[in-house]
């Protein structure tokens, strides 16, 4: 019998599984990779043939994924035993890559076992467990498609590759001291530090208060003593990067409880094969210093995923902030020579080796709200494993993305090839990323696009690389919040119109304008606008995005003008950063005559820009050094105890007008915000009633909606969801009138899935196209 096994079957150790499985029954033949994933040809008795295939079905290798199974009966072809064959190139390649895997039980045991010969050995590895995704350069995946080909095993290795009852029976990676990577310490000038033991001198230099850059998986770490203030302070300034948190790795979990709350679905998530950053709560009684994560009421912590981390976490005894290798804003380091020049300003040391990381990946990043994981960043772990969706293309699609937290998408018949966190598309550096791994996706997948779906943004780089390509490729442009709908619809498995709720800092709309406090009635090739909050305008553009207190003064403009009441002469320091000032400071008196003759002023309907301006009305965040630092600031401080909400106005008489969508207005909630101030109510009272004002907004729309359109279904995406005060309380406020609300748990509610949602929309409309 010929069978053809597709999915994740290259990487897991299916073949060895395959040849132990069909030792067992008495079955000749073989079993070999080739570009479509595993072709098995196994000739015996019925019976045992029979109980071959029930266990492949029910019990596949742990790591396997197996989505499609064929089979062809044919006459026995006299084979005399079982093998493993050389694999087969075919044309396409339509096998799917496994992404890297954290280091196994079997694997961490050996590790620190003093009589097995890989004790401290920082590379070792096996079928289960190791580098996948970041070393592979083609498939079928072989040793000699990957980066570790320039590494000969040993004797000792040669014979656990080719020992059916051995662990690292055809484990690609498999590598020992003797033949394996090596370590080596250098200094921030190149050079080689002198050592006997490279993981004990960088314990005893982190104890030290150095900081050192660790290559790792998909690039470059930068690690330091998490707590030791002086060297997270040290840090920050050397990579410019003021406020932003800190990732945090530490042993085990009961260091993790030490400083955290974490559940059992957080637990579950810290010790997956994936690994991910995992976002818990702080206790009040925290020794990690605040400089981690400022203002912040979540730490991401990470537990260690490679033996080199296992190595340096316990000879350290330390939590160790790991974060990416770049200066803000740069694409992760993973080339040592480019990584020796980037990072020498940061790092006082690297901890090297010569394995080469042939793609460049970043950490994953998911929290748990409601008992549900909600993927924020999909990257390490996760890529390049698509998604399967209840949707099939009928031509193979490329989408751009968004500009930022950018991945793409390519797509063919059911599948979604979400790729790794690639950042934002705002430098050369970025971009070259960028495009690198698109060719590099293209190669791997055999996926050449008959179309290309891009941001309707004409300055998004994501856009101008679409709009490049070949003119031959039909090119689709994709407004951004439906995209954003859209990618939710997908990954629930929904076709027909829904509600489409999208919160965000802004996407272009269809009238030029800045959207992001949306509702919209949606399926996967057509949405109507049915509401938004009323526009406002962002002085001075992208720089509002930047100085909240912009924002604070131009909805404080929109509803007083140039009467601005004195109410607000007393916050008019925090806006320009001075002891004493007034409404007459120079600063002020440019931003109103820019908002009274509408110069540099483009008008937005962004539910994040509502936020920015709120946090900065309560003196909480005027200008800010990473997206959305405001609001999670406004959030941290919010009183969960607070149930009472601030009125706002909905503007239906727009809306009953054929397709002209109704106004959410937004006056009510900044007049009873300036006066709880005046009468001095605590900001956490008032951060509360603001998020409240929101859940009920968005609740009475929506009842608006099903009453009009006859839809039950919301679908919610968009970074502001992000926010869990907000996420939870909407969540269950909807659910409480038996709507059927659906959100993002498997790809990012922020502009990281996108991409997906504008494969699909593309998908559709290609199908009219025809």
Same mark, same amino acid.
């Given at each position: 019998?010929?069978?053809?096994?597709?999915?994740?079957?290259?990487?897991?150790?299916?073949?060895?599984?395959?040849?132990?499985?069909?030792?067992?029954?008495?079955?000749?033949?073989?079993?070999?990779?080739?570009?479509?994933?595993?072709?098995?040809?196994?000739?015996?008795?019925?019976?045992?043939?029979?109980?071959?295939?029930?266990?492949?079905?029910?019990?596949?290798?742990?790591?396997?994924?197996?989505?499609?199974?064929?089979?062809?009966?044919?006459?026995?072809?006299?084979?005399?035993?079982?093998?493993?064959?050389?694999?087969?190139?075919?044309?396409?390649?339509?096998?799917?890559?496994?992404? /890297?895997?954290?280091? #196994?039980? %079997? *694997?961490?045991? &050996?590790?620190? $076992? +003093?009589?097995?010969? !890989?004790? @401290?050995?920082?590379?070792?590895?096996?079928?289960?467990?190791?580098?996948?995704?970041?070393?592979?350069?083609?498939?079928?995946?072989?040793?000699?498609?990957?980066?570790?080909? /320039?590494?000969?095993? #040993?004797? %000792? *290795?040669?014979? &656990?590759?080719? $020992? +059916?009852?051995?662990? !690292?029976? @055809?484990?690609?990676?498999?590598?020992?001291?003797?033949?394996?990577?090596?370590?080596?310490?250098?200094?921030?000038?190149?050079?080689?530090?002198?050592?006997?033991?490279?993981?004990?001198?960088?314990?005893?230099?982190?104890?030290?208060?150095?900081?050192?850059?660790?290559?790792?998986?998909?690039?470059?770490?930068?690690?330091?003593?998490?707590?030791?203030?002086?060297?997270?302070?040290?840090?920050?300034?050397?990579?410019?990067?003021?406020?932003?948190?800190?990732?945090?790795?530490?042993?085990?979990?009961?260091?993790?409880?030490?400083?955290?709350?974490?559940?059992?679905?957080?637990?579950?998530?810290?010790?997956?094969?994936?690994?991910?950053?995992?976002?818990?709560?702080?206790?009040?009684?925290?020794?990690?210093?605040?400089?981690?994560?400022?203002?912040?009421?979540?730490?991401?912590?990470?537990?260690?995923?490679?033996?080199?981390?296992?190595?340096?976490?316990?000879?350290?005894?330390?939590?160790?902030?790991?974060?990416?290798?770049?200066?803000?804003?740069?694409?992760?380091?993973?080339?040592?020579?480019?990584?020796?020049?980037?990072?020498?300003?940061?790092?006082?040391?690297?901890?090297?080796?010569?394995?080469?990381?042939?793609?460049?990946?970043?950490?994953?990043?998911?929290?748990?709200?409601?008992?549900?994981?909600?993927?924020?960043?999909?990257?390490?772990?996760?890529?390049?494993?698509?998604?399967?969706?209840?949707?099939?293309?009928?031509?193979?699609?490329?989408?751009?993305?968004?500009?930022?937290?950018?991945?793409?998408?390519?797509?063919?018949?059911?599948?979604?090839?979400?790729?790794?966190?690639?950042?934002?598309?705002?430098?050369?550096?970025?971009?070259?990323?960028?495009?690198?791994?698109?060719?590099?996706?293209?190669?791997?997948?055999?996926?050449?696009?008959?179309?290309?779906?891009?941001?309707?943004?004409?300055?998004?780089?994501?856009?101008?690389?679409?709009?490049?390509?070949?003119?031959?490729?039909?090119?689709?442009?994709?407004?951004?919040?439906?995209?954003?709908?859209?990618?939710?619809?997908?990954?629930?498995?929904?076709?027909?119109?829904?509600?489409?709720?999208?919160?965000?800092?802004?996407?272009?709309?269809?009238?030029?304008?800045?959207?992001?406090?949306?509702?919209?009635?949606?399926?996967?090739?057509?949405?109507?606008?049915?509401?938004?909050?009323?526009?406002?305008?962002?002085?001075?553009?992208?720089?509002?995005?930047?100085?909240?207190?912009?924002?604070?003064?131009?909805?404080?403009?929109?509803?007083?003008?140039?009467?601005?009441?004195?109410?607000?002469?007393?916050?008019?320091?925090?806006?320009?950063?001075?002891?004493?000032?007034?409404?007459?400071?120079?600063?002020?008196?440019?931003?109103?005559?820019?908002?009274?003759?509408?110069?540099?002023?483009?008008?937005?309907?962004?539910?994040?820009?509502?936020?920015?301006?709120?946090?900065?009305?309560?003196?909480?965040?005027?200008?800010?050094?990473?997206?959305?630092?405001?609001?999670?600031?406004?959030?941290?401080?919010?009183?969960?105890?607070?149930?009472?909400?601030?009125?706002?106005?909905?503007?239906?008489?727009?809306?009953?007008?054929?397709?002209?969508?109704?106004?959410?207005?937004?006056?009510?909630?900044?007049?009873?915000?300036?006066?709880?101030?005046?009468?001095?109510?605590?900001?956490?009272?008032?951060?509360?009633?603001?998020?409240?004002?929101?859940?009920?907004?968005?609740?009475?729309?929506?009842?608006?909606?099903?009453?009009?359109?006859?839809?039950?279904?919301?679908?919610?995406?968009?970074?502001?969801?992000?926010?869990?005060?907000?996420?939870?309380?909407?969540?269950?406020?909807?659910?409480?009138?038996?709507?059927?609300?659906?959100?993002?748990?498997?790809?990012?509610?922020?502009?990281?899935?996108?991409?997906?949602?504008?494969?699909?929309?593309?998908?559709?409309?290609?199908?009219?196209?025809?």
């Amino acid at each position: 019998m010929q069978i053809s096994a597709n999915g994740v079957v290259q990487g897991v150790g299916f073949r060895p599984y395959i040849y132990n499985l069909a030792t067992k029954f008495s079955l000749s033949g073989f079993v070999q990779n080739d570009s479509s994933g595993v072709f098995i040809d196994v000739e015996g008795c019925d019976s045992s043939v029979d109980e071959f295939l029930t266990c492949l079905a029910k019990s596949p290798p742990p790591h396997a994924i197996i989505e499609n199974i064929h089979y062809t009966t044919l006459p026995p072809k006299g084979y005399k035993s079982f093998i493993i064959e050389e694999s087969a190139i075919k044309e396409n390649n339509t096998t799917m890559i496994c992404a /890297d895997i954290a280091t #196994c039980p %079997d *694997c961490l045991k &050996e590790l620190f $076992d +003093p009589g097995d010969h !890989r004790y @401290h050995y920082p590379f070792i590895n096996c079928t289960n467990c190791g580098p996948r995704f970041t070393i592979v350069k083609d498939i079928p995946y072989d040793r000699a498609n990957t980066t570790m080909s /320039d590494f000969r095993m #040993c004797h %000792d *290795c040669s014979s &656990e590759y080719h $020992d +059916p009852k051995n662990r !690292r029976f @055809h484990a690609q990676p498999n590598a020992c001291p003797v033949c394996g990577p090596q370590l080596m310490l250098l200094n921030n000038e190149g050079f080689a530090v002198q050592t006997q033991d490279p993981i004990s001198t960088v314990c005893t230099l982190l104890h030290d208060g150095k900081i050192f850059a660790v290559k790792g998986l998909g690039g470059y770490h930068i690690a330091c003593d998490a707590l030791n203030s002086k060297s997270v302070f040290l840090l920050r300034k050397r990579k410019y990067r003021e406020d932003k948190p800190f990732a945090v790795m530490m042993e085990n979990i009961e260091t993790v409880n030490k400083f955290c709350f974490v559940n059992a679905k957080e637990e579950t998530l810290l010790f997956s094969t994936q690994r991910p950053i995992v976002l818990l709560k702080k206790k009040s009684n925290c020794t990690i210093p605040h400089d981690i994560a400022p203002d912040n009421l979540y730490l991401g912590v990470m537990l260690p995923y490679t033996p080199l981390h296992h190595l340096i976490i316990r000879e350290s005894g330390l939590p160790l902030v790991m974060t990416s290798g770049n200066v803000s804003d740069e694409p992760i380091a993973y080339k040592d020579n480019e990584s020796l020049e980037r990072l020498k300003g940061i790092a006082d040391y690297f901890l090297v080796h010569d394995r080469d990381i042939f793609m460049r990946c970043d950490d994953s990043v998911v929290k748990v709200v409601e008992d549900k994981a909600m993927i924020i960043r999909r990257s390490r772990g996760y890529a390049p494993f698509p998604l399967r969706l209840q949707y099939a293309f009928t031509k193979p699609v490329l989408a751009c993305g968004a500009f930022l937290k950018n991945t793409f998408c390519l797509a063919r018949g059911n599948h979604a090839f979400l790729s790794h966190h690639i950042g934002d598309l705002e430098n050369t550096e970025t971009m070259n990323s960028y495009e690198t791994a698109i060719e590099h996706y293209k190669r791997l997948f055999s996926i050449e696009p008959a179309v290309i779906a891009y941001d309707f943004h004409p300055e998004y780089l994501s856009t101008k690389y679409a709009l490049a390509q070949n003119d031959d490729i039909l090119k689709i442009g994709v407004q951004h919040h439906h995209a954003h709908i859209v990618s939710c619809m997908a990954e629930n498995g929904i076709h027909h119109k829904v509600i489409g709720v999208a919160f965000d800092g802004l996407g272009y709309g269809d009238d030029g304008k800045f959207w992001g406090g949306e509702f919209l009635i949606t399926d996967f090739s057509e949405y109507e606008r049915a509401g938004h909050l009323e526009y406002v305008p962002m002085p001075g553009g992208e720089q509002a995005i930047k100085e909240p207190w912009r924002m604070a003064i131009s909805y404080l403009y929109q509803i007083y003008g140039n009467d601005i009441p004195s109410i607000i002469t007393p916050l008019t320091p925090h806006f320009t950063g001075e002891t004493k000032t007034t409404l007459d400071h120079p600063k002020i008196k440019v931003l109103l005559k820019m908002l009274s003759q509408r110069i540099h002023c483009p008008l937005t309907s962004s539910m994040g820009r509502l936020f920015d301006g709120v946090a900065s009305l309560l003196d909480l965040q005027h200008s800010v050094n990473y997206e959305g630092q405001a609001a999670i600031k406004l959030e941290s401080i919010a009183d969960e105890h607070i149930i009472e909400h601030y009125p706002f106005d909905i503007d239906v008489s727009a809306g009953a007008r054929c397709s002209v969508p109704f106004i959410i207005q937004w006056h009510p909630i900044i007049k009873h915000i300036l006066a709880d101030v005046q009468c001095k109510v605590a900001s956490p009272i008032i951060s509360a009633r603001f998020h409240n004002s929101i859940v009920d907004m968005v609740y009475q729309v929506c009842i608006i909606l099903r009453d009009s359109k006859g839809i039950n279904d919301v679908v919610l995406s968009g970074g502001v969801f992000q926010n869990k005060f907000l996420f939870k309380r909407l969540l269950n406020k909807l659910s409480s009138q038996n709507f059927n609300v659906y959100f993002h748990k498997k790809v990012p509610c922020n502009d990281g899935g996108i991409s997906l949602g504008q494969a699909v929309i593309a998908g559709e409309r290609l199908k009219t196209c025809v």
